[in-house]
């Protein structure tokens, strides 16, 4: 099979998506996760760029504004202020912004709290909820520095910055 990185994202074959997707959900179960599956930055990019999924953006506004995003996706916070207080009304906004029939892959800065926020989904009655691992910066290295290792931005897929 073709690598993502290889092939043009807009080719993907249903074979290849079906991977993807089932890749994503060995990942959940290898983790005792409890929502549909984890998918890696470079997928969830080729998948958007197909046209299957939806991404949602659940950092914060101020992330968004200085770290940066990915355009034409959907914005709604899972926590909110630099103290990051839990949105309660998450999975009502994603339902009325996106709509339960839909997959929808979830990114926040590290792939933690996009985790979480797609647990809440699920538990709601989302059935294609998605984490996106990595997240927008990654991990931490040793030096607690994001942006190393992994990460959307770290594998050089599309963002912009106001």
Same mark, same amino acid.
Request: aromatic share 12%; glycine share 8%.
């Given at each position: 099979?073709?690598?993502?990185?290889?092939?043009?994202?807009?080719?993907?074959?249903?074979?290849?998506?079906?991977?993807? #997707?089932?890749?994503?959900?060995?990942?959940?179960?290898?983790?005792?996760?409890?929502?549909?599956?984890?998918?890696?930055?470079?997928?969830?990019?080729?998948?958007?760029?197909? =046209?299957?999924?939806?991404?949602?953006?659940?950092?914060? %506004?101020?992330?968004?504004?200085?770290?940066?995003?990915?355009?034409?996706?959907?914005?709604?916070?899972?926590?909110?202020?630099?103290?990051?207080?839990?949105?309660?009304?998450?999975?009502?906004?994603?339902?009325?912004?996106?709509?339960?029939?839909?997959?929808?892959?979830?990114?926040?800065?590290? =792939?933690?709290?996009?985790?979480?926020?797609? %647990?809440?989904?699920?538990?709601?009655?989302?059935?294609?909820?998605?984490?996106?691992?990595?997240? #927008?910066?990654?991990?931490?290295?040793?030096?607690?520095?994001?942006?190393?290792?992994?990460?959307?931005? #770290?594998?050089?897929?599309?963002?912009?910055?106001?």
């Amino acid at each position: 099979m073709t690598s993502l990185n290889q092939q043009h994202f807009n080719e993907l074959t249903q074979a290849q998506i079906e991977k993807i #997707f089932e890749q994503a959900q060995q990942r959940v179960e290898d983790h005792y996760l409890e929502f549909t599956g984890t998918i890696l930055p470079h997928e969830a990019w080729a998948l958007y760029q197909a =046209g299957h999924v939806e991404i949602v953006d659940v950092r914060t %506004n101020e992330e968004r504004k200085f770290v940066g995003f990915v355009e034409g996706t959907i914005h709604i916070p899972w926590a909110t202020g630099t103290a990051l207080n839990r949105n309660p009304r998450f999975a009502k906004e994603l339902e009325s912004k996106v709509g339960k029939d839909k997959i929808i892959l979830l990114l926040c800065r590290s =792939g933690k709290r996009s985790a979480a926020a797609a %647990n809440v989904a699920f538990n709601a009655g989302f059935e294609n909820i998605y984490n996106i691992e990595q997240g #927008f910066e990654g991990d931490l290295d040793e030096n607690n520095h994001r942006g190393v290792f992994n990460g959307w931005r #770290f594998h050089g897929l599309p963002w912009r910055q106001e």
